[in-house]
């Protein structure tokens, strides 16, 4: 059984940071794709927005409005995928869930309906408020 479980949310002031985990269990390609998104108060899970991206290679990509404070990386080896959140804005605040692919998707980087519908693997999520 795949099991994604985040960690490290909480509240922190406006430029501070952040470090979120997500350790993965029993999935049976550990290399897989695998994202961050963030879903807003009050939008389901089809209002989830992807932040992150890591893929098979370690190429990562970033929406624009987290580029330069956001890193994705992924500890092959534990098997934990982590973001390091930088200069947290007020608009930052929101439910933060990480995501895989099964064995050759990639559907973790996209924030389309069709993309959502197909991401096999998600955490539970962790909560981040940002307050001024």
């Known amino acids: 059984q795949v099991q994604l479980v985040e960690s490290g949310g909480g509240s922190v002031q406006a430029g501070g940071s952040l470090r979120l985990s997500c350790t993965v269990s029993?999935?049976?390609?550990?290399?897989?794709?695998m994202g961050w998104y963030r879903q807003v108060y009050g939008k389901g899970r089809e209002g989830r927005v992807n932040?992150?991206?890591?893929?098979?290679?370690?190429?990562?990509k970033y929406a624009n409005s987290v580029k330069g404070r956001f890193t994705i990386s992924k500890d092959n080896r534990q098997n934990i995928l982590y973001l390091d959140m930088n200069e947290l804005k007020l608009e930052d605040s929101a439910m933060y869930f990480c995501a895989a692919d099964g064995k050759d998707d990639c559907y973790s980087a996209s924030s389309t309906s069709h993309a959502l519908a197909r991401i096999p693997y998600w955490g539970q999520g962790t909560q981040v408020t940002v307050f001024s």
């Open positions: 932040l992150a991206a890591i893929d098979r290679a370690g190429t990562t």
């Open positions: 029993g999935h049976p390609y550990p290399r897989t794709c």
